[in-house]
């Protein structure tokens, strides 16, 4: 990880330096890995730091959008562990906190409803994995379902095969795999330039989130509820109980609204990009079945690889679900 320069603030508070006469304002300072102001994460973020700082006594946030600070995406966890960021979302933590990714695996929650069942079977993992690395996990928000656009047409599964997809997860690749496609890792600024190059045909996302404009790349959107991808909100252990328990429990009541924001915008986009000219394909109900049953045995396999208490976590999430 890059080292990085904290404020004098922030490391006064990590080392517990109290000073003289009245209580000093704590002033922490903020990040998300989004570089987009208009997102439903940033917008919601600041929502977060609005009402923290309406609610609290003497705390203040400054949020810093992603790149604008020396943090790499895979080090913001770190980052805020380490008390060089007091406060942040991170959808990028499962490298640090890998039984996170355990509400990814593909094909395992189809809907709002087993997502809260899953999300509440996972939370007290969440929880001890972010505090074995000085962060307090205080919540998270959810992107819409993970689905396929393609440049070839698609209706069915079948039609992955020998075709090239951007994936963003192993667990993805796998999804791809399963169905005879070929899984490509690309960062999000990198998908225009190889569709126009053909290097890929498609990506497994959201109409939602950071680009709105897939029609321009992509014909066919096939409505497949592959995945979910989620952001965690998390504080500096050490700064996040200096704080006085009322104040604490204002930091995660946004979370929530940032997750219906997503799902409005999902819908807006997903109209606009009919109404642009894609082609928009409801799964059937079999090729759902059809595709659970394929990826069924690599969630056991996942887990299996991944040791003891990725296991128990993942029955914890099947039996939730009643699978």
Known sequence: MKAFKPSLVTSLLIMGIATTGA?????WTGYTYSSVSTTAAVKGM?????????????LSIT????KTLQIASS?????????????????????????ARILNLPMLIQNDEEWDK???????????????????????????????????????LDDLESHKIRVTSPEQGAFVEAFGGSPITLSGSEVPTALERGVIDGVLTASAGGAKNWHEFLDYNYRLPVNYAYSAIIANTNAYESLNEADR?????????????FLLDEQAQKESQGDAG????????????KAQEALTPFWQEWASEAGPEHEQALQDVLTALGK
Do not use: C, W
């Not at 949020?63 to 992603?66: K, N, P, R, V």
């Not at 996990?137 to 440049?151: C, D, M, W």
């Open 278 to 289: 894609m082609t928009i394909v409801e799964a059937s109900d079999a090729e759902i079945v």
């Open 63 to 66: 949020l810093h959008l992603g």
């Open 249 to 261: 429990e204002t930091f995660a009541k946004e979370a929530s609204n940032i997750t219906e924001a």
């Open 46 to 58: 600041q929502r977060i730091i609005d009402r923290t700082e309406a609610e609290t006594e003497d």
């Open 23 to 27: 209580a000093q304002a704590a002033d």
């Open 75 to 99: 080090d913001i966890t770190q980052a805020v562990g380490n008390g060089f960021i007091d406060f942040s979302a991170d959808l990028f933590f499962s490298g640090n906190v890998p039984i």
């Open 118 to 156: 899953a999300y509440a079977a996972m939370s007290p993992y969440l929880t001890q994995g972010f505090a074995e690395q000085d962060v307090t996990f205080l919540g998270a928000y959810r992107y819409p379902q993970q689905v396929i656009f393609t440049s070839f047409e698609i209706d069915s």
